[in-house]
C-alpha cells in the first residue's frame, strides 16, 4: 500500500471501496442453472432455424426475467417476472417505433423515463416493470430490431416465458417451502435472541430478529387478500409468525435479569429451535408425515425464576399450542400488523400516492433529465448506435436503487471488470454455434455474482449484453472500447445532471426519518402502560413491530447515505449512535411492560407522561435542528425512589442516553 513522505498509509475512502467488497451471500446454484439455461437455449434454437437475431433477442428477454427474479416465494416469483415482462413489451414496441428518428426518439424516451422514475415508488413490482420498460425502450432505439415491428416485444416476452416456466417448475413439488423456511428462520433468529439476552450480543441478535420478521411478514402479506380462509396454509404459517412476537417481547424482558443470574439456560432458546424445526419440516405438533393430534409440542421448560421467566414461559407455551391447533382455528386471527387492503387496493392507493407526490414528480423528472440529456448527446456527438449511454443512465439513477454517486462509481467499475471478460469473448470466439456454451458459461456468473455486490453483478451482465447486442449489429471487438466510452459518459451524466444538481442529494434523511420514530416512540410509551396489565395487548404489539420496520428503514438509509461523499457520509455516521439509542428506548419499553405484566408493580401515570415528554422534545429538536431542553424525568426519578421500586429505571436510563447522544448532533 502506498505510504506518505511521512510514514502515514494512503488508501481510498471507506464510502468509495465499501461497494467493492464482496458480499457473504452464499451462490444460488439453482439459479445459476436456470440463467445458464434460460440464456443458451433460446440461443441454441435460433441458430438451427438459421435466426440468430431472433435467438438474441429471446436471450436478452430471458436475461431481463433472470434479473427480476429475486423474490423467494413462488406467488410472488410469478409476478415479478410476468408482469415487468409486459411493461417491457411495451417499451421496446416504443423504441422500436422511434428507431432512427433522433429527436423524436429524445422526446419519446424523456417522456418514458419520467414515467419509469414516478412508477418506481408504487411497490417492488412496479419499480421492476419501470426499470424494464426504459430499459427495453432505450435498446429499441438504439438497435435494429427485426420487421415488423411487433416482432422484438414478442421475441423479449417469449424469452420471459422460458424464464418463467423454469422457475415454476418446482411449485408443485415445493409450493409453501419458501414461506415454511422464511418463519423457521425467524423461529430460528428468535431462539439465537433469546440466547443471547443479558449478553453483549444481545443488541445485535435484536437487529437480526427485525430483520427476519420484516422479511417474513413482506413474504407471507404480500399475497393474503383480504379472506384469510382462502389459503389455510398461509393464515397457519402467520399465526405461527404472530406468536413469535410474545417471545420477542419476553427475551426483552430478560435483559433486565439480574446479572448474578447469568444468561437464560439453554433450555429456553432450546425450545424456541425446536418450534423453528417442526414449522421448516411440516411436523409442527411433533408427528411424522405432518399428521396432526392437535396436541401441543412437550417442552421441557425448568421452572421460571422471575418475571421475565415467566412471561417466556407463557409465550412458548402458546406458541406451542398455535402449532398444533388445526386449519381452522386460524381463519379469523388478525395478524400482528393488522389486516392489509386486498391486492389490487393496495396498488391503486400506491399508485394515487406516486401521482400526488412531490417526491416521485421529482425522481420522474431527474431521471427524465438524464435520459433526454443522454440521448441529445448520442443525438448530436458522432457516437453510432450509442444506446449504452442512456442504458448507464437507467441502472445508476433508478431512483429506488440507493445512492447514485456510488452507483455511477461501482457502474464505472463494474463496467471496465465486464469489458476485460468481454475482450477475449469477442476476440477469440467465432460467432456462431461457439456462442451457445460462451453464453451459457456468462450467463451462469449473473446470479452468483449479483449476490456478491451491484459491481460484480455490472460485470457478470456486461459481457453477456455485449455478445448478444453483437448479434444484433455485428461491430464485434469493435463493441468494447466504444462501450466503455459510452459508460463514462452516462455515470458522467448521471452524477452531474442527477446529483450535483439536486441539493436534495447532499442531504441525508436520516434526521427526518428518526424524528418521526422517536415521535412514535414517544406514543408507544404512553400506550405501554395506559390501563391495568393486559389492557390494550393487540394495540401494543402492532405499535411495535411498526417502530422497528420503522427503524430497519431508518438503518438501510443509513447504510446508504455512508457511501456517499462527504460531507452527507460523515453527517450520516454521526447520526448512528442515536439509531441505536432509540432502538434501545424502544425495547426498554417493552420489557418494562412485560415485566409489570408478570409481577413488577405499575408505574405512576406521571412518571410515564415525564418520559413520554421527554421523547416528545427530542422528536421536535430533530424536526428543527434546535439544542435540546433538558428532559424532564429527573424529578419522577426522585419522586420514584421515595415511593418505592424505580420500575421505569431501565427505560428512563435509555432516553437519557439517547437525548445525551443526540445533544452533540443538535449542537
Known sequence: MAQHAHGVRLSPPTWLTAGL????????????????????????????????AYGALVSMGALSGVIGDTA??????????????????????????????????????????????????????????????????????GLPMPRPWWTAPLLLTAGGAVVLLLT????????????????????????????????PEHDERRQDVTQSLNASYDLLLAHRTRRHGRSPGLTRLIARLNALIPIVEAASAAKLRPARLGPLPEAW???????????????????????????????????????SERALERALRYAAAVAAEPDHAHTAEPDRLGRPAA??????????????????WRYGLRLALCIGLAQVVVSVLPVPRSYWVALTVTFVLKPDFGSVFSRAVLRALGTAGGLLLAVPVLAEVPRGWWDVPTVAVLAALIPAFSAKGYAFQTAAITPVILLLSDLLNHQGFGLVLPRLYDSLIGCGIALVAGYLCWPESWHTRIGDRLADTVADASAYVAL?????????RPARPVRRRRLYRDLSAVRSEFQRALTEPPPTGPRAAAWWPLVIAVERVVEATTATRVRVEHGEPAPPPDEVAAIAADLTALAGALRTGTPLPKPDGDAAAGAAGATGPDVLG?????VRAACAIASPVLG
Open 21 to 52: 467488497r464482496p458480499g457473504p451471500a452464499p451462490v444460488p446454484w439453482a439459479a445459476v442453472a436456470r440463467a445458464s439455461v434460460a440464456l443458451s437455449a433460446p440461443l441454441a434454437v435460433g441458430l438451427a432455424a438459421g435466426r440468430p
Open 72 to 141: 423467494d416465494a413462488y406467488r410472488m416469483r410469478f409476478f415479478n417476472i410476468a408482469v415487468p415482462q409486459l411493461f417491457g413489451a411495451v417499451g421496446v414496441t416504443l423504441g422500436t417505433l422511434v428507431y432512427g428518428r433522433d429527436w423524436t426518439a429524445v422526446a419519446v424516451l424523456t417522456l418514458v423515463a419520467l414515467v419509469s422514475g414516478m412508477i418506481s415508488s408504487i411497490g417492488s413490482v412496479a419499480s421492476v416493470s419501470g426499470l424494464l420498460l426504459l430499459l427495453n425502450a432505450v435498446v429499441g432505439a
Open 168 to 199: 415454476l417448475f418446482g411449485w408443485p413439488l415445493r409450493g409453501g417451502v419458501p414461506e415454511r423456511a422464511a418463519v423457521a428462520a425467524s423461529y430460528r433468529s428468535v431462539a439465537a435472541f433469546v440466547r443471547a439476552a443479558g449478553t
Open 269 to 307: 432458546p432450546a425450545a424456541v429451535a425446536a418450534l423453528a424445526d417442526g414449522t421448516e419440516d411440516g411436523t409442527e405438533d411433533g408427528t411424522e408425515d405432518g399428521a396432526r393430534t392437535d396436541q401441543p409440542l412437550p417442552l421441557d421448560l425448568p421452572a421460571p425464576t422471575g418475571p
Open 343 to 360: 391486492p389490487w387496493v393496495r396498488t391503486r392507493r400506491a399508485a394515487r400516492a406516486a401521482l400526488l407526490s412531490g417526491a416521485s
Open 528 to 536: 405501554a402502560f395506559a390501563g391495568a396489565p393486559g389492557h390494550d
Open 650 to 654: 431501565p427505560l428512563r436510563s435509555e
